[in-house]
């Protein structure tokens, strides 16, 4: 697939159907707010038996990498935009579209939409200090000069109003009296964003045009080159953008927005896809929590929010929890595998290696973990908190959290007390009821709460205070070496 150029599109271009697109550019990890997008116009094309295009803006020689452009394929695989199904079109390079976006422009300076103007920046400058008034006066729109070295092709824009219809938004009027005649070709004859943009959409038939509000400035410069280039521009939706608890538009420079980052913690697709698409949007009904199925069915753009959606990732784990909960466990058991063997996917700030997990590779027992893992299900958000909870169960002497170790051991009834339940374990049916009735019996004797009497006994044999159940995991961890870790924080608690 990576090797489609986008000039081989227009052959396959259906009149009638539905064409949306998305058009990221290959300089980084993956937004979650260009997952977002991808999502809707995805989402749109299936509604619609409508078709997604994939294309690449790779223009940006200085800035693209190939990895980021099989990260973006990637990203969109996990989420479900997938390219063996009818409704995905690409991917496709703009790059490849070279040819056209020239000659398109040269069309556009043919019949009088576009000139020619050889003012530097700097004199640009002067001419708008002198005038009192900033940007481009339009200084060489009748000037008839043609093009050459260091000259830009601008777009002569008409006078009047230019209105936007946005799915979203309603009716948008933009005075073009503010709108400076803007530059098409650079002065070494490349295009603009805004010009390729809109050749590439022309030439692939596109129909509609969903993206973030961040672009909706450009739309009125994009809707005039469609008119001029003789096409009907395409129904245009913008939707809100992405911000932080400060109400702050996402950065990759500020926030945690790498999708790839969010998946390598431990976020499954199910649940990433369910919470973007309440970021601006929402369900019916009393849940934000829905399948894809219902999602599909219900969404439509109209009902999308014009005001900036908060990304919350505390919520975005709770969506994350309630999804890994609903997981039969062997589903939940085949979901941890690569967190359990040091593969999990690598991202920005997650660090991953085969030596990742806290345990030798020769100790993990799968099977162990299969009778572990309902334990742990109910208690976890995150995919990569599951080997910090059961690391006990795998190293052949639990990490002491010394600060509960000594908090466990402060009081005087602690010490006798575990001996005592040492006593009792040794001859018990193991089991988690026997366990715990031998601790219920010995607490009851000095007058000490289950809860409290728990407290040494945990951190014997796991090393911390807090974890999957007691009882429960000692009957896994086995009698012998539940008595062995006693026996060794007895001699430390001394």
Same mark, same amino acid.
């Given at each position: 697939?990576?090797?489609?150029?986008?000039?081989?599109?227009?052959?396959?271009?259906?009149?009638?159907?539905?064409?949306? *697109?998305? @058009?990221?550019?290959?300089?980084?990890?993956?937004?979650?707010?260009?997952?977002?997008?991808?999502?809707? =116009?995805?989402?749109?094309?299936?509604?619609?038996?409508? $078709?997604?295009?994939?294309?690449?803006?790779?223009?940006?020689?200085?800035?693209?990498?190939?990895?980021?452009?099989?990260?973006?394929?990637?990203?969109?695989?996990? #989420?479900?935009?997938?390219?063996?199904?009818?409704?995905?079109?690409?991917?496709?390079?703009?790059?490849?579209? @070279?040819?056209?976006?020239? @000659?398109?422009?040269?069309?556009?300076?043919?019949?009088?939409?576009?000139?020619?103007?050889?003012?530097?920046?700097?004199?640009?400058?002067?001419?708008?200090?002198?005038?009192?008034?900033?940007?481009?006066?339009?200084?060489?729109?009748?000037?008839?000069?043609?093009?050459?070295?260091?000259?830009? /092709?601008?777009?002569?824009?008409?006078?009047?109003?230019?209105?936007?219809?946005?799915?979203? *938004?309603? *009716?948008?009027?933009?005075?073009? %009296?503010?709108?400076?005649?803007?530059?098409?070709?650079?002065?070494?004859?490349?295009?603009?964003?805004?010009?390729? =943009?809109? !050749?590439?959409?022309?030439?692939?038939?596109?129909?509609?045009?969903?993206?973030?509000?961040?672009?909706?400035? =450009?739309?009125?410069?994009?809707?005039?080159?469609?008119?001029?280039?003789?096409?009907?521009?395409?129904?245009?939706?913008? #939707?809100?953008?992405?911000?932080?608890?400060?109400?702050?538009?996402?950065?990759?420079?500020?926030?945690?927005?790498?999708?790839?980052?969010?998946?390598?913690?431990?976020? #499954?697709?199910?649940?990433?896809?369910?919470?973007?698409?309440?970021?601006?949007? @929402?369900?019916?009904?009393?849940?934000?929590? $829905?399948?894809?199925?219902?999602?599909?069915?219900?969404?439509?753009?109209?009902?999308?929010?014009? %005001?900036?959606?908060?990304?919350?990732?505390?919520?975005?784990?709770?969506?994350?929890?309630?999804?890994?909960?609903?997981?039969?466990?062997?589903?939940?058991?085949?979901?941890?595998?690569?967190?359990?063997?040091?593969?999990?996917?690598?991202?920005?700030?997650?660090?991953?290696?085969?030596?990742?997990?806290?345990?030798?590779?020769?100790?993990?027992?799968?099977?162990?973990?299969?009778?572990?893992?309902?334990?742990?299900?109910? *208690?976890?958000?995150?995919?990569?908190?599951?080997?910090?909870?059961?690391?006990?169960?795998?190293?052949?002497?639990?990490?002491?959290?010394?600060?509960?170790?000594?908090?466990?051991?402060?009081?005087?009834?602690?010490?006798?007390?575990?001996?005592?339940?040492?006593?009792?374990?040794?001859?018990?049916?193991?089991? !988690?009821?026997?366990?715990?009735?031998?601790?219920?019996?010995?607490?009851?004797?000095?007058? $000490?709460? /289950?809860?409290?009497?728990?407290?040494?006994?945990?951190?014997?044999?796991?090393?911390?205070?807090?974890?999957?159940?007691?009882?429960?995991?000692?009957?896994?961890?086995?009698?012998?070496?539940?008595?062995?870790?006693?026996?060794?924080? /007895?001699?430390?608690?001394?």
């Amino acid at each position: 697939m990576l090797g489609c150029e986008a000039s081989r599109l227009v052959s396959t271009v259906v009149s009638g159907t539905p064409r949306y *697109r998305f @058009a990221p550019s290959p300089t980084g990890y993956f937004h979650v707010g260009g997952a977002r997008t991808a999502l809707y =116009n995805w989402i749109l094309a299936l509604q619609n038996d409508g $078709v997604f295009v994939l294309r690449i803006e790779d223009t940006d020689e200085s800035r693209n990498q190939p990895q980021w452009t099989q990260g973006i394929i990637d990203a969109l695989a996990w #989420v479900g935009i997938n390219g063996d199904d009818p409704h995905f079109e690409g991917p496709y390079f703009q790059s490849a579209n @070279a040819a056209a976006h020239t @000659a398109a422009a040269q069309k556009l300076h043919e019949s009088g939409h576009a000139y020619y103007c050889d003012l530097t920046s700097e004199q640009i400058q002067e001419r708008a200090k002198a005038a009192g008034k900033p940007g481009y006066d339009g200084y060489s729109r009748d000037r008839g000069l043609s093009g050459g070295p260091g000259r830009v /092709l601008r777009f002569k824009v008409p006078a009047g109003i230019t209105v936007v219809h946005d799915e979203v *938004r309603g *009716r948008v009027e933009f005075d073009n %009296s503010t709108i400076e005649d803007f530059v098409l070709l650079r002065g070494n004859g490349s295009p603009v964003f805004i010009h390729a =943009n809109v !050749v590439d959409d022309i030439q692939m038939g596109i129909t509609n045009v969903v993206r973030a509000e961040e672009h909706l400035p =450009n739309t009125p410069k994009q809707q005039m080159l469609w008119q001029a280039l003789g096409h009907e521009p395409p129904v245009w939706a913008h #939707v809100p953008v992405l911000v932080n608890e400060q109400r702050k538009k996402l950065s990759k420079r500020r926030d945690k927005v790498a999708l790839e980052q969010y998946r390598a913690e431990g976020v #499954v697709a199910d649940a990433m896809v369910n919470y973007l698409m309440t970021l601006g949007w @929402a369900p019916s009904g009393d849940t934000e929590i $829905v399948d894809f199925a219902r999602i599909v069915a219900e969404f439509r753009l109209a009902s999308v929010n014009h %005001s900036s959606a908060f990304f919350d990732v505390k919520k975005l784990n709770a969506f994350n929890g309630e999804y890994l909960r609903k997981m039969s466990s062997d589903e939940f058991v085949a979901a941890c595998e690569p967190w359990l063997s040091g593969s999990a996917p690598s991202a920005p700030g997650v660090e991953n290696s085969p030596s990742a997990t806290p345990w030798p590779a020769e100790r993990f027992d799968r099977s162990v973990f299969a009778r572990i893992a309902p334990l742990v299900q109910t *208690r976890v958000s995150l995919l990569s908190e599951v080997p910090a909870m059961i690391d006990f169960f795998f190293l052949a002497d639990p990490a002491i959290d010394a600060a509960a170790f000594d908090k466990a051991f402060s009081a005087e009834w602690a010490r006798p007390a575990l001996r005592s339940i040492r006593e009792q374990l040794v001859s018990v049916v193991w089991n !988690v009821e026997a366990i715990k009735s031998v601790v219920e019996l010995i607490g009851a004797s000095l007058d $000490v709460k /289950l809860g409290k009497l728990q407290a040494p006994l945990r951190v014997a044999t796991t090393g911390r205070s807090v974890g999957p159940p007691l009882f429960e995991s000692l009957e896994v961890l086995g009698r012998d070496e539940t008595l062995r870790r006693i026996d060794v924080a /007895l001699s430390r608690a001394g």
